[in-house]
């Protein structure tokens, strides 16, 4: 079971972390992603992190501004998000799944419930 937390409301060029907290003891053992879904649009992808944490992948739209890692030890995922702007206001999700990292939604095994992410301008 995955939880997200952190959201809230920001001003344009302001900051949030984002936190995703595990259940399971496998959490290590999974590859994990955060993804996010605009009002009126499909989820889309932000990026995602191996299970080890070695290696990371963005979006376009999040390469230089938002950075994903993890704690192994405390079964967390984090996505650190700085200059946020209008357009990053969505739900955002995370998502964890077996094998390697991958930007594909449709790869993903179990889904946390979402937290909202509003960027004022």
């Known amino acids: 079971q995955l939880q997200a937390s952190g959201g809230g409301l920001v001003q344009a060029g302001g900051s949030l972390r984002l936190s995703c907290s595990a259940s399971?003891?496998?959490?290590?053992?999974?590859?994990m992603g955060w993804f996010r879904q605009a009002p009126g649009k499909e989820r889309e992808f932000v990026g995602t992190?191996?299970?080890?944490?070695?290696?990371?992948y963005y979006a376009d739209s999040a390469k230089g501004r938002f950075t994903i890692s993890r704690d192994n030890a405390k079964n967390t995922l984090y996505l650190q998000m700085n200059n946020l702007k209008p357009e990053d206001t969505a739900v955002y999700y995370c998502?964890?799944?077996?094998?390697?990292?991958?930007?594909?939604?449709?790869?993903?095994?179990?889904w946390g419930q979402g937290t909202q992410v509003t960027v004022s301008s």
């Open positions: 998502a964890a799944k077996s094998g390697y990292y991958s930007v594909g939604l449709n790869e993903y095994h179990y």
């Open positions: 399971e003891r496998t959490f290590s053992t999974y590859a």
């Open positions: 992190i191996t299970w080890s944490g070695s290696r990371t």
